[in-house]
């Protein structure tokens, strides 16, 4: 009686005789499999080859993805460096809203930034960035618990920007006291006319260092 071997045992067989095409050499050149990449005929070794070549290329696309994201981590880094090198140069507390917003433009090209404060200490209490900002914005600004990165839907932040008819997206970061989730003090808004800059797929870990950073920043300012 002949017994029938089907493919899973025939894997399994040289799964378990690693040695097998060692001591049978011969049949690697016997074998004929057809090529994806040409379709003719190929021999076991020169298929090899192929898989192995395959292998090596989708290697190389992932290294170079791995560099690409390294190098713009590197460049978010030098960024976030001279954002807060600006930062601690500030003297006067009064300045220090300018300072933030302008440094956070430029450091990192932003079109538009601005933000807006409330709770403020008396002195502060005619400042720019403490007008325009209603009830509903503090009820806004109090439920958000990570920063809102997306499309622009009108959101009444928006409209303190100096030209927010063209903001497309935007990233509105609620500003809270060191080490704290509630008691947010402030809005610091960032817009762009380009719809795809700020959108819902971006991770929010490095805007919510930013806005830790600048809650610790402005906090000299409050009441």
């Given amino acids: 009686m002949i017994t029938t071997l089907d493919s899973a045992a025939v894997a399994q067989y040289l799964t378990d005789h690693p040695h097998f095409f060692e001591e049978h050499a011969s049949l690697l050149g016997e074998f004929k499999l057809s090529s994806p990449l040409t379709g003719r005929a190929v021999s076991l070794q020169e298929r090899q080859m192929e898989v192995m070549r395959d292998k090596y290329k989708a290697l190389e696309l992932r290294m170079a993805e791995l560099v690409r994201h390294a190098n713009e981590n590197a460049a978010i880094a030098n960024r976030f460096h001279g954002w807060t090198q600006a930062l601690l140069q500030v003297r006067d507390d ?34 720019w960035f403490t007008s325009g900002v209603s009830d509903d914005a503090r009820i806004f600004a109090n439920s958000l618990q990570a920063p809102y990165c ?23 970061i609620p500003l809270r ?6 008691g947010t003090f402030g809005l610091l808004i960032l817009g762009s006319p380009d719809s795809e800059r700020f959108t819902s797929l971006m991770a929010t870990d490095f805007l919510v260092h930013i806005g830790e950073t600048a809650g610790t920043a402005l906090q000299p300012l409050l009441a």
Avoid: Y
């Fill in 94 to 127: 009064a300045d220090m809203p300018r300072v933030l917003v302008d440094s956070l433009k430029s450091n990192f090209h932003v079109p538009q930034v601005t933000l807006r404060l409330w709770n403020v200490a008396a002195a502060f209490g005619d400042s």
């Fill in 177 to 182: 006291k060191p080490g704290t989730k509630t």
């Fill in 150 to 172: 997306g499309s622009n839907n009108d959101f009444e932040a928006v409209r303190w920007l100096d030209d927010a008819a063209a903001i497309q997206s935007t990233v509105i």
